[in-house]
């Protein structure tokens, strides 16, 4: 299978943190983690559901204190998205869950920020940054953090929702998502993953969203289907990400032809790839025994990712 040229348009850039990395960060930091070593941890990347998932994902982020820890995470990022094709990649980052440990915006942001200035130019890959905000924590404190990363006038595009979804739907967050199209920020929120179709619809109408991550459950509603593929919104689909958290039984059954199949704008993206088993690339070559897809079904789903993407037209005919 030829590796066609994507955008990744969901990714988490803390979980891209993988296990060795995760001891070498602690090693240089003084931190002693709860596990005897790098197997150990691996161990514990079995996951019941979306919660089981988090609980460890935020307990690992212990590791990363300085700008220089989340510049060599996002500099381990990139060089492995460069090696599964990635030529363009929207990268969302969890402030509140860096504030919430004493790690100040700027610690974060800057580090972040700094990896990916050079990766256009070292790695051929153009990026983006996104801040996204938990939606199991209050949503005033969202909005206090999005008033920050403004005032400090950091440099994000857009921002997402993520973090347990059941419980927590998007209508808990319109004053924050009103603040950022007001300030101009392109707005994507996570949908549908373990939620109802109805949080699918509720940050369509009432986030006023120009993507959904995840939003697999769409299925289960035949009007939205209709909806979101006469709309085409695109839905950022993570296969292997679905199959860890056990949204599906197997990768067998994961509605993902299902959606091609319906005309929806579906893309393949990696989510959290330390913790679920693969990369960009690693999704395509599991999809790819399964469903054995066709040229042009995976010429589509990569078109899917780029015409999906907060580029300018330009960009958008390099990398069609
Ligand atoms: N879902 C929801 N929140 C998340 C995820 C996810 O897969 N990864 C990191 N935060
Ligand atoms: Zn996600």
């Known amino acids: 299978m030829s590796v066609l040229p994507t955008a990744e348009l969901h990714l988490h850039i803390e979980g891209t943190l993988e296990p060795e990395l995760i ?61 599964a094709g990635v030529r363009h990649a929207e990268i969302m980052m969890d402030p509140q869950a860096h504030l919430s440990r004493g790690i100040s915006l700027a610690t974060c942001v800057n580090g972040v920020a700094s990896a990916l200035a050079g990766s256009e130019e070292e790695l051929g890959i153009s990026t983006e940054l996104i801040a996204a905000f938990l939606r199991d924590e209050p949503a005033e404190e969202a909005l206090a953090v999005l008033e920050q990363l403004l005032a400090m006038e950091a440099p994000i595009i857009g ?97 993902l032809p299902r959606m091609l199949e319906r005309g929806l704008n579906v893309s393949v993206n990696s989510d959290d790839p330390a913790y679920f088993g693969g990369y960009v690339d690693d999704n395509f070559i599991q999809l790819q025994s399964v469903f054995s897809f066709d040229d042009d079904q995976l010429a589509q789903l990569a078109a899917n990712s780029v015409r999906s993407a907060f580029i300018t037209d330009a960009r958008r005919r390099e990398l069609l």
């Open 23 to 83: 001891f070498a960060l602690a090693g240089r930091n003084g931190i002693e983690l709860p596990y005897a070593d790098v197997e150990e941890l691996r161990r514990q990347y079995q996951f019941a559901d979306l919660q089981s998932f988090l609980n460890l994902y935020y307990d690992n982020m212990a590791v990363l204190q300085t700008e220089q820890d989340f510049a060599d995470m996002t500099r381990a990022y990139l060089a492995r998205a460069q090696a």
């Open 159 to 255: 921002i997402g929702l993520d973090s347990a979804e059941v419980g927590h739907p998007p209508r808990d967050f319109v004053a924050l998502y009103e603040r950022a199209h007001e300030a101009g920020l392109k707005c994507i929120a996570h949908a549908g993953e373990e939620g109802p179709p109805e949080y699918i619809r509720e940050a369509l109408d009432l986030l006023k969203v120009a993507r959904i991550d995840h939003g697999i459950r769409c299925m289960e509603d035949e009007e939205l289907v209709q909806r979101l593929a006469a709309e085409q919104t695109p839905l950022t689909v993570c296969p292997l990400s679905n199959v860890r958290l056990r949204a599906v039984d197997t990768l067998a059954d994961h509605p």
